[in-house]
T-cell receptor, first 113, second 113 residues
Framework: DGGITQSPKYLFRKEGQNVTLSCEQN?????MYWYRQDPGQGLRLIYY???????QKGDIAEGYSVSREKKESFPLTVTSAQKNPTAFYLC????????????FGSGTRLTVV | AQSVTQLGSHVSVSEGALVLLRCNYS??????LFWYVQYPNQGLQLLLK??????LVKGINGFEAEFKKSETSFHLTKPSAHMSDAAEYFC???????????FGKGTRLSVIA
């Protein structure tokens, strides 16, 4: 079955550490997205990529980095520069240039300990 | 720039009653509009979308939404609420397939037996 897989489901980070969240899709979608979800704030865009080896900042990119070396993969690194990283992170993919809606992964819950 | 306002962060209805979740959008160009549902600790699932065809859009699980340009609204309705409808609902907007979705802050629906 085609889909989008995020791992791990739960992640704990110590202060000052970088952590990487994985996102893999086998839907043959060109575009991939990272959103952050906090209670009462909806989903806010961190980064997105519409083609391999290219990506753009979203509304809250500070303290995050991404790469897009393969069409199937779009990992997100939460760096130590992100002052409040505790949140639910959602990865999504979609067809570039088409408005069919996105397919979402099941999310990664990151907690700073 | 596009934006979405969802009126009411929490809506509570009795089982069997009408569900009405409100969404108003702001867009400088004709928008594409979406409703998503999220169950606890899961990703988002597409309920329905408006892509400039029929203004009354039918989705999954008995939900539907009507695009009203004059009111800049895209409210979600369901004639009879079921316990399984309890979840968080998000409205989203984009002007094109090349622009990431902008989400509202969400409305949590509770269904009372």
């Amino acid at each position: 079955d085609g889909g989008i897989t995020q791992s791990p489901k739960y992640l704990f980070r110590k202060e000052g550490q970088n952590v990487t969240l994985s996102c893999e899709q086998n839907l043959n979608h060109d575009a991939m997205y990272w959103y952050r979800q906090d209670p009462g704030q909806g989903l806010r865009l961190i980064y997105y990529s519409q083609i391999v080896n290219d990506f753009q900042k979203g509304d809250i990119a500070e303290g995050y980095s991404v790469s897009r070396e393969k069409k199937e993969s779009f990992p997100l690194t939460v760096t130590s520069a992100q002052k409040n990283p505790t949140a639910f992170y959602l990865c999504a993919s979609g067809d570039r240039g088409r408005v069919y809606g996105y397919t979402f992964g099941s999310g990664t819950r990151l907690t700073v300990v | 720039a596009q934006s979405v306002t969802q009126l009411g962060s929490h809506v509570s209805v009795s089982e069997g009653a009408l569900v009405l979740l409100r969404c108003n959008y702001s867009s400088s160009v004709p928008p594409y509009l979406f409703w998503y549902v999220q169950y606890p600790n899961q990703g988002l699932q597409l309920l329905l979308k408006y892509t400039s065809a029929a203004t009354l859009v039918k989705g999954i699980n008995g939900f539907e939404a009507e695009f009203k340009k004059s009111e800049t609204s895209f409210h979600l309705t369901k004639p009879s609420a079921h316990m399984s409808d309890a979840a968080e609902y998000f409205c989203a907007v984009t002007p094109s397939g090349n622009t990431p979705l902008v989400f509202g802050k969400g409305t949590r629906l509770s269904v009372i037996a």
